[in-house]
Nanobody
Framework: VQLQASGGGSVQAGGSLRLSCVAS????????AAWFRQAPGKDREFVAR????????YYSDSVKGRFTISRDNAASTLYLQMNGLKPEDTAIYYC?????????????????WGQGTQVTVSS
């Protein structure tokens, strides 16, 4: 089982990045998926979640209207389009997958995790 995140980088405030996460070793289409992030000195926090089929999305208030989560089940890939980036979005971003029913926004609800990709936003 593996989740491989990529697409992070350094951008100026107002810029955009697109993160990708490729899943392997399990049937990705059967799992809800999400992005979390962890800033230096802070706990990991929920960013966005998408249902197995891709029909349901849920966002934290801090990214709503700026970030868009999506998935391609045929390619076993999860995406996070990040627009209007702010310095406070600087963090390591992690992808995760779960089979738990409901809107899952907590770390323990996710059994599979990627290794993280660094996003740095300068002012």
């Amino acid at each position: 089982v593996q989740l491989q995140a990529s697409g992070g980088g350094s951008v100026q405030a107002g810029g955009s990045l697109r993160l990708s996460c490729v899943a392997s070793g399990f049937r990705f289409r059967n799992y809800h998926a999400a992005w979390f992030r962890q800033a230096p000195g802070k706990d990991r926090e929920f960013v966005a979640r998408i249902s197995r089929s891709g029909s349901g999305e849920y966002y934290s208030d801090s990214v709503k209207g700026r970030f868009t989560i999506s998935r391609d089940n045929a390619a076993s890939t999860l995406y996070l389009q990040m627009n209007g980036l702010k310095p406070e979005d600087t963090a390591i971003y992690y992808c995760a997958a779960t089979s738990t029913v409901g809107v899952q926004t907590e770390d323990p609800q996710y059994g599979y995790w990627g290794q993280g990709t660094q996003v740095t936003v300068s002012s």
